[in-house]
């Protein structure tokens, strides 16, 4: 019997979302779930992790895999993003390779068709931030150019914003998946667990309150996560580590400003993701240069899954 107890089959696979940073790719995974699994910003090289969402019918279940934005890393930690992004390519059973509609011929897409040619995983190519366009027939040119590239599945343009297309996106793509079992329970949405979530969401928020290297250089760490359920409410303590005392300066702010601006923006969300109130005591440390430091990058949960 299937898991759906139908005689029509039950189909499940992989889908890996890969492009060039900023492209859209969490932005879609969000879309796709309905839920806010990983986070988004407008600045390249915001998601570092693999991260996992999972869409479940009574049909079919999906798990879609955020990747790191591919780039042409120059140090340790972003050649760690890139493989981890790259090793995704080959596990999956179909690849959606994102561009954007307004500037989709990015110097690294040549990089990133080399990968593509290396596996036999059919790819769709997605057109994102259609929105964007003040004019569809724009798409025309663009779609000859890449169909010379590769032997995309088929082109879908959509917006990942507003969820233009994105059903259509998820049709095509149902009718590709195998027969398969029901990898997880159906109430899941992700294989993160909730202190992973959560140091994310803290993170987002640097990424949209600070400017140039500070995003960069920060790693969040959820200390201690206690639920009290006798006051309904979660207690979180977590440290965001920086890489100099410049940046910690910068980051706790005028008397304190910027972090409690940090920490208030974080707890609205957080509070949303765990549906409780939450307690949240933020610290910032001085870990110095620790995106050159291996065993720190793998205690912040950096490392190469290739
Ligand atoms: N106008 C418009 N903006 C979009 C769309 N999709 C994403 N964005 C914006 O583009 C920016 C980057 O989105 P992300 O989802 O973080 O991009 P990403 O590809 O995951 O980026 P990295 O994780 O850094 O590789 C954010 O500011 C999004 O709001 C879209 O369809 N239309
Ligand atoms: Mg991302």
Do not use: C
Request: no cysteine.
């Amino acid at each position: 019997m299937t898991p759906n107890g139908s005689a029509k089959p039950f189909r499940s696979g992989y889908v890996g979302l890969v492009g060039a940073p900023n492209v859209g790719k969490s932005t879609l995974l969000n879309q796709l779930l309905q839920e806010k699994i990983s986070i988004t910003a407008p600045k390249p090289q915001t998601t570092r992790n693999r991260i996992m969402g999972i869409l479940t019918t009574e049909d079919f279940q999906v798990i879609f895999v955020d990747t790191p934005g591919i780039h042409r890393a120059r140090d340790q930690f972003n050649k760690i993003l890139v493989d981890t992004a790259l090793s995704t390519l080959s596990e999956v059973d179909v690849i959606y390779f994102l561009v954007e509609a307004p500037d989709a011929d990015r110097e690294i897409n040549s990089f990133i068709l080399e990968n593509l040619a290396r596996v036999n995983t059919p790819v769709f190519l997605v057109i994102n931030k259609i929105d964007l366009l003040p004019n569809k027939q724009a798409l025309l040119p663009l779609m000859a150019r890449f169909q010379s590239l590769h032997a995309f599945q088929a082109f879908i343009p959509i917006s990942a914003l507003t969820g233009d297309g994105v059903q259509t996106l998820l049709d095509e793509t149902i009718g590709l998946l195998p027969e398969g079992p029901r990898y997880y329970p159906e109430d899941y949405l992700t294989d993160q667990p909730e202190r992973f979530l959560v140091a994310e969401l803290i993170r987002e928020k640097v990424f949209h309150l600070l400017r140039e290297e500070i995003p960069y250089a920060v790693a969040v760490v959820v200390d201690t996560f206690t639920e009290v359920p006798e006051r309904n409410r979660i207690d979180i303590e977590a440290t965001i580590h920086v890489e100099k005392d410049s940046q910690k300066a910068i980051l706790i702010g005028k008397k304190g400003q910027m972090l409690k601006e940090i920490g208030k923006q974080a707890r609205t969300d957080i509070e949303a993701l765990l549906g409780s109130h939450v307690f949240l005591g933020l610290f910032v440390r001085v870990q110095k240069n620790w995106r050159k430091d291996m065993r720190m990058l793998s205690e912040f949960g950096y490392r190469s899954e290739g």
